[in-house]
């Protein structure tokens, strides 16, 4: 009996596409035959069960429409302002005589057969089979991230343009592999549902689209305001093609300095436990779609970045946006839109998707989607249990934009919603945080004009050089780069053995980056070396009148160490930085703090970090190897590794200063107190500023060399120093290494 509840069609139009029940009893031809379609959907949970379906023609908000957004294998479409195409207009035929209608046939008695509506039992609501669902649409358009007729015409890009009132699809891309739908992904792959008269809704041979784990249930979906514990991988032998890891967080070596415990760490050797003070970014649901197609004899895979979101236009009133539906509708839509397209690769801005490209046996590349949704309509619980992130829309004179923490609460600003030429997107900056990438530039806690004392998240900032000309995202909101997915090929290496293999990645002509993969991965979830140093020496004090912090990172090849570091332009890119970082606080002793003497201190910190930047940067490359002697193709070695000086100001003793200036009326002398260096400079009463300035600034950055363990020659022509005498530098976070040095 139910053996025949399929979707079929004698052609395209409505009337003639129904279940088979409805159709038995149609005359078929040659020329227009019953047609079963064995790429209709139908969604399910894990057990295949049909899912309950939400649909009103009258929507209400309290009960939301379901929708559903569904996806092509390729996960590629056209660009957003490509003109959906319009369904060709009949042409008008000429008039013909109309010949007159042949004589009715004679009634012809019906065979009796169990398929005649007659017999009750078959009804459709008897079966509780689902309704008549969409036809077919002859027009085919696809987002930049391969969703099918994406609606953003009508605002919600991130949903496809179908008119679902059952859980049954039958309109579809030609290959679909993916549906996201009620705030969980859907596998398409190789199940298909089948006949069960315990089960309510259920047809059968539909395509079975099934979400092996409900994202939103209790237990696995946190709402906003909560950070969720670790997310277990959801990955089994019945669906081997689809895993899902809810939830997922990256993890950072430290927001606050120095962390507990020993000073000195050797991340390859023994990895950090992950305590208080491991700083944990971004709430995602992060999905390894398989077999969506074959390049060659190689598997092309995709790592579906899914973000949901819910917005808050209502809170601050003073938003672009605040009390306008229709804008808050249209900020929406463009900033979702836009946002994935930045970080997937369909953009201007960004006009190559990233690649993760196995280096050995491996026959499996994966591309990188980014997709955001939002769940605009229905009550805040019912986005709350759907919503990584609730998003607050403030005014351009509030507390700005973040989301890095992870218990699922931000804010942004209304113009940060889309890409603006002075400002970069930094709308899609903050999206970034949302799956777990971390600032770059030092914290915003600016002292005397100059930058504040915090790294926000990557020890000592090295990244915040990757400003000019390209201007990289997690600094100044425009351009991507490998580096925020290399973290993605950890987690193929340390969840799925048939992908345990070296990675490179390729994006458009950044084309060869490389890192060397975490040791223990598997063990520490969520970070990689894209963002943890290799090695750190916090507050080094050996010799005792010597102190700083030191953090040894490596770097893969991409614009950033290509084009933008000192010397990189020469076509040998740099492989690892050093960040030397000193903490400086400055205090006014016994000079009147008016606004007149403020200025003049922040012109002594001007003077001082110039001195400093042009003295000690854009001076020295060092080759060495972590594992002396060198072992060929050894990951720890550094070929090219640039020496940087940061010097960070804070406006009183606080943060665990380096060392300590003051600005006195009484003659220039320096001490320790404990481990912290203070450095006292005299500014006499009754001399001109700016000559005393001048004094007290130049034996300021002496002792500041002092405190560097370097040359405090401020005649040196190379720069307080020779590179050689780098060296002590370098060994007091590597010590066994034999570094040569190379002057720019």
Known sequence: MAVF???????????????????????????????????????????????????????????????????????????????????????????????????????????????????????????????????????????????????????????????????????????????????????????????????????????????????????????????????????????????????FTNRFFARDLPRPGTNRYDEWTGAIAEDDGTNKCGRWDLALIRCCEADGGMETTAVFQFHKYTFDFVSDAGSTVAG?????????????ADCASRWSGNDTHNPDRMWLIPLGAVKSKAQVVNFLQSFEVGTASNAASKCHFDIKVVAEAGAGGSWMSNDGKGQCRGVAGRHVVDRGFPGAHESGHGFGMPDEYPSNEAAFGQQGWGSNHVPGAPFNLDQPAAQAMMVYNKAIRPRYFWGLTEWLRNNFTDLKDNYKIVHGTENNYQLPHHPTGAAHPGRSFATWPMAAYTRYHTPATVIYDAYLMKLGKETFTTSVLPDASDGAPVDGILVVLVNLALLFEGIAADPANAARRDDFARRIFQAF???????????????????????????????????????????????????????????????????????????????????????????????????????DANGYTTADAYIPILKSVAPGITPTMTRL
């Not at 490359?621 to 940061?646: L, T």
């Not at 220039?668 to 001048?694: E, F, M």
């Open 613 to 715: 930047d042009n003295g000690l940067n854009r001076k020295v490359f060092a080759e060495f190897n972590i594992d002396n002697p060198a072992v060929p193709g050894d990951p720890r070695k550094f070929s090219k590794c640039y020496v940087h000086f940061v010097l960070r100001f804070n406006d009183a003793f606080i943060n665990g200063a380096h060392m300590l200036v003051k600005l006195r009326d009484t003659a220039n002398s320096t001490v320790w107190g404990g481990d912290v260096k203070q450095i006292r400079c005299q500014l006499p009463a009754g001399v001109a500023w700016n000559a005393a300035l001048t004094a007290a600034s130049d034996y300021a950055i002496q002792e500041i060399l002092k405190g560097l363990g370097l040359s405090d020659d401020v005649t």
């Open 324 to 336: 306008d539906p229709a804008a808050q509708k249209l900020w929406r839509s463009d900033y979702m």
């Open 5 to 247: 509840a399929v979707f079929c069609r004698l052609s395209e139009k409505v009337e003639d596409q129904d279940f088979f029940e409805g159709l038995a009893l149609r005359t078929t031809s040659e020329d227009a035959p019953l047609i079963f379609s064995l790429d209709d959907i139908q969604l399910t949970d894990k057990s295949l069960k049909p899912l309950d379906w939400t649909y009103n023609e009258a929507e209400v908000d309290a009960t939301p429409n379901d929708r559903v957004a569904v996806f092509v294998n390729t996960f590629v479409g056209d660009a957003w302002n490509a003109v959906e195409p319009v369904p060709p207009v009949a042409p008008v035929a000429p008039a013909v005589p109309v010949p007159p209608a042949p004589p009715p046939a004679p009634p012809v008695a019906p065979v009796a057969t169990k398929w005649t509506k007659a017999d009750p039992a078959l009804e459709r609501s008897a079966l509780n089979l689902p309704e008549k669902p969409q036809a077919p649409s002859k027009e085919r358009w696809h987002s930049p991230q391969g969703v099918y007729r994406h609606d953003r015409k009508n605002h919600m890009p991130y949903f496809s343009r179908i008119v679902m009132k059952t859980n049954y699809l039958a309109d579809t891309a030609q290959w679909v592999r993916l549906l996201a739908a009620k705030g969980n992904l859907f596998d398409v792959f190789d199940q298909r549902v089948k006949f069960d008269s315990a089960r309510a809704k259920t047809t059968v041979g539909a395509r079975a689209a099934v979400a092996w784990e409900d994202l939103t249930a209790a237990g696995i979906g946190v709402a906003a305001g909560t950070a969720p514990p670790n997310r277990a991988l959801v990955k089994d032998a019945k669906h081997p093609y689809f895993a899902v890891q809810p939830y």
